[in-house]
Structure formats: C-alpha cells, structure tokens
T-cell receptor
C-alpha cells in the first residue's frame, strides 16, 4: 500500500524559509508527478508545483519566485522550499501523487497534510 | 489560468435525496482533464471522478460525473450520511497551473 507522509516544522517565522519533505512508502517514485498543494480558508486549495521523477519541475506562477521543489529518488522523498514567507502562507500543506499519463494526471494519492503557521 | 467556479457554495439536503453540484470553467478544458474530490473535516481530499465522468477505484455508483468543455456536473444520488462533505472540482490539463474550484459544501 503506497503512502505519503509530510514532515517539517509546524511554525515558521515571517521572512524565513518554509521547508517540508514528503516520504513515499510502498512504491518507487518512477513514472509519477510529485506535487505540493496547500489549503487555507482564505485561498482554498492551491497547487504549488510538481517535480517529475526525472527532476523536471513546474511551478504555479503565483509561487514561482519563491518556490523550489526537489526530489531524491534514492531516499524516496521529495521536498518543498518556500522562501520569504508571510502570514498569507499559513496553511495545511499536502503532498500528492499524479500519474505521468495526461488523462490520468489527477491527484490519486495524498498525504494526510501538515499544518504550517507563519508567526513570530 | 483556468478559473473554476462552483455552485452553489452550500447545498442543504437530507439523506436519500439527490445532490447536483456544478463546476464552470473560464475556458474550454475538454472532458478528459476534470476531476472531482470529496473532503471531510481533518482529512485530505479523495478523488471521486476523473476525466469528467470516470469513477475512481472503489467509488460507489451513486456518484456520477458529466459535462464537457466548460460545464461539468457531479451528481450524488441517494445521499448517504457519509456523503455530507465538501466537494471540489479540479482542472489537470496541459494549460498550467492546475487549479481547483472553491468548493461546494453538502450539508444536512
């Protein structure tokens, strides 16, 4: 059974960098897009970006200047870095999987989510 | 960016009734790249429908999806108590960024 598990600090100070990891168990990372999505009451669900198992990335323009998503297939994990955070980045952050095939590229597997609060 | 607008924001129904949820896209998205998710409090979203009308694995047949281009519908027949939740539509086609609707809450 494939599972995703987010990890990282739950509290980050304004202007600092938010760093999260997602560990994948039960399958390899090959042939999938690995995504970060966040959810807040103000903005709802927002797709932040993905990393393909080859290392190719694509980011939502709303985050592009501040975000880096990377992957380590040997460790079976991928990571999110979001710089210069503000209170508006307070949200529940999810990692999620999407297949490579375009018609099946919806999010078929999600982590449980990790809440992140931006506050001094 | 393709904006998805869901209606209504809230749907008040009773068990056994039928829920009809709408999702309208700001541009044509075809029928292959629209999904619906269910989210319950404290849980991650769960995919119900992909490709506008295909049920995901394990999803009961009381959930059905339809539509194409810019107008899509999720129908939940014979509402069960566990169906009261928030539902989101999601665009996942080639025109990035991928986007979500704002959600429709189905409540008792």
């Amino acid at each position: 059974q494939v599972q995703l598990q987010e990890s990282g600090p739950g509290l980050v100070k304004p202007s600092e960098t938010l760093s999260l990891s997602c560990s994948v168990s039960g399958d390899s990372l090959n042939d999938y897009y690995w995504n970060w999505i966040r959810q807040s009451p103000e903005k709802g669900l927002e797709w932040i970006g993905y990393v393909f198992y080859t290392g190719t990335t694509h980011y939502n323009p709303s985050f592009e200047s501040r975000v880096t998503i990377s992957i380590d297939t040997s460790k079976k994990e991928f990571s999110l870095r979001l710089t210069s955070v503000t209170a508006a980045d307070t949200a529940v952050y999810y990692c999620a999987r999407a297949e490579w095939e375009p018609r099946r590229r919806y999010f078929d597997l999600w982590g449980r989510g990790t809440p992140v609060i931006i506050s001094s | 960016e393709i904006v998805l607008t869901q209606s209504p924001d809230t749907l008040s129904l009773s068990p056994g009734e039928t829920a009809t949820l709408s999702c309208r896209a700001s541009q044509r998205v075809g029928s292959s790249f629209l999904a619906w998710y269910q989210q319950k409090p404290g849980q991650a979203p769960r995919v119900l429908i992909f490709g506008a009308s295909n049920r995901a694995t394990g999803i009961p047949d009381r959930f059905s999806g339809s539509g194409s281009e810019t107008d899509f519908t999720l129908t939940i027949s014979r509402l069960e108590p566990e169906d009261f939740a928030v539902y989101y539509c999601h665009y996942y086609g080639s025109s990035l960024p991928w986007t979500f609707g704002q959600g429709t809450k189905v409540e008792v």
